[in-house]
């Protein structure tokens, strides 16, 4: 019996373990955040709930975005004019 779930746990394991590392080291992203007229930065960010992720917009100060672990770029006057 003990070899038997051996046998039928070890490939499952394995699978695991070589499907996981790709969801666990995704890439950082870095959002855009455009300063609106209360001095704090919007950016759409991608929100995951029960349901799914999804995507939302946000606005704090760069330094509440930070504190959440986002890394958020400023957009300049430079940008929206391109």
Known sequence: MKKLAFDLLAP??????LI??????ADPVDYVAKENEDGKFCARVEVTTITGS???RK???IEQWEAEGYTV???TQEDTAN
């Open 20 to 25: 996981a590392p790709m969801f666990a080291f």
């Open 59 to 61: 606005c704090r100060t």
């Open 54 to 56: 999804r995507m939302q």
């Open 73 to 75: 770029s400023k957009k």
């Open 12 to 17: 499952l394991a394995l699978i695991v373990a």
